[in-house]
Every structure is written in structure tokens, then in C-alpha cells.
T-cell receptor, first 116, second 110 residues
């Protein structure tokens, strides 16, 4: 099956710093990538949808200036959490789909962010 | 609006059968997905239904009734490793987005 990687898998940072998370599709071209956030014992919450070469579409309540998304190529999307605060601590998961008629999305392994 | 509902927690015994239900109300429908997620890990794809009926894949089966806005995931011959959260997700018409339910935490006991 299709493989999606994320880097880093775990990051600890100080409050006020910015953190960049990379999401890569390793063996397919991802026309669309999704970014989710998941708090403990809760389900996935979609943050934004990004298509290669265009601006990301953010879900209601997600600040686009705080969570910067760049989908520069068909295999790479990045999420930058700017000026991170402790409440941004969460599990961030990306996923990717291949083509418009895709049946499913393939998830990366996730990035656990802890802001001190 | 869009709403997906699942039981929060379920418990079953090793070797038994368990059915996890999912009801949904979405603006349009273009497929229902089931994912398994172990604690601290990303979800993994289990099944996909877009037409009414039962899809069987080994120990896992998934059923869909579009008219009732209802699906279930059936797990047979439960194993301890099946202890995980099971997420139901729906994709709306002409939409790329998947809306996830709250997830069902399944505990398999010896």
C-alpha cells in the first residue's frame, strides 16, 4: 500500500518558538494532503486540506496565520506551528490521497508535539 | 451540518464477536470508511463501503445502509491485539474531506 512519512515523530519545544512538521508521500503522488490534530482520547479533527500548488483550505476555527501549510510539491506538505503555546501540544497527523477518485487516505505515523 | 455517532467504549472477550455501530448524518455521501487506531499511533485503513451491503475482509466485515445512515464494523475471533480505537469516517458528495466520528475504544479481555 501507499506509504506516508512524517518528520519529526516527536518534538519538544519552548513556548513562543515555531515548529515545522513535514509530511511526505513516498511511493505515490499526493494530489491532496490533509492535516489533523488529535487530543488524548479524542477523534481526529481536520485542520486543513491542501492541494499541490494552491492555498490550503482551513476548517472553521483553525487560524491560518498560526498553522502555516505549504504544499510545494506532489510529495511534500509542511505544517508550521508558529509561536507555539502549551495548548498547541497535541498529536498532529497528516494523510494523503492519490487522485480524485481515491478510495481512502493514507496516514502518516503522526508527530507528537509538546510545548513547554 | 454533519454528525457521526459511535459508542464511546466497548468491551469483549477474546475469541468472541463484536459489532461496532456508526450512524451518520451528512450533506451528501461518497463513501464510509473504518479505521483502526492503536494508542499513540496513526489510523490504519480497515474497510470502505460506498454501496449498501456487507463487505468481508478476513476477520473484519463492514456493513452499510445508506437509507438508514448506518454502518457497522464486525470483528470475529477477537484477539488481544484488536484492542484499539475504531474510527468511522464519511466522505461527503464531491468532497475531498473525511469527517471522522468520535471513535469507539474497544477493550478485548482474556
Amino acid at each position: 500500500g501507499a506509504v506516508v512519512s512524517q518528520h519529526p515523530s516527536r518534538v519538544i519545544c519552548k513556548s513562543g518558538t515555531s515548529v515545522k512538521i513535514e509530511c511526505r508521500s513516498l511511493d505515490f503522488q499526493a494530489t491532496t494532503m490533509f492535516w489533523y490534530r488529535q487530543f488524548p482520547k479524542q477523534s481526529l479533527m481536520l485542520m486543513a486540506t491542501s492541494n499541490e500548488g494552491s492555498k490550503a483550505t482551513y476548517e472553521q476555527g483553525v487560524e491560518k496565520d498560526k498553522f502555516l501549510i505549504n504544499h510545494a510539491s506532489l510529495t511534500l506538505s509542511t505544517l508550521t506551528v508558529t509561536s507555539a503555546h502549551p495548548e498547541d501540544s497535541s498529536f498532529y497527523i497528516c494523510s494523503a490521497t492519490e487522485g480524485q477518485a481515491q478510495e481512502t487516505q493514507y496516514f502518516g505515523p503522526g508527530t507528537r508535539l509538546l510545548v513547554l | 451540518g454533519q454528525n457521526i455517532d459511535q459508542p464511546t467504549e466497548m468491551t469483549a472477550t477474546e475469541g468472541a464477536i463484536v459489532q461496532i455501530n456508526c450512524t451518520y448524518q451528512t450533506s451528501g455521501f461518497n463513501g464510509l470508511f473504518w479505521y483502526q487506531q492503536h494508542a499513540g499511533e496513526a489510523p490504519t485503513f480497515l474497510s470502505y463501503n460506498v454501496l449498501d451491503g456487507l463487505e468481508e475482509k478476513g476477520r473484519f466485515s463492514s456493513f452499510l445502509s445508506r437509507s438508514k445512515g448506518y454502518s457497522y464494523l464486525l470483528l470475529k475471533e477477537l484477539q488481544m491485539k484488536d484492542s484499539a480505537s475504531y474510527l468511522c469516517a464519511v466522505r461527503g458528495s464531491f468532497s475531498q474531506n473525511f469527517v471522522f466520528g468520535p471513535g469507539t475504544r474497544l477493550s478485548v479481555l482474556p
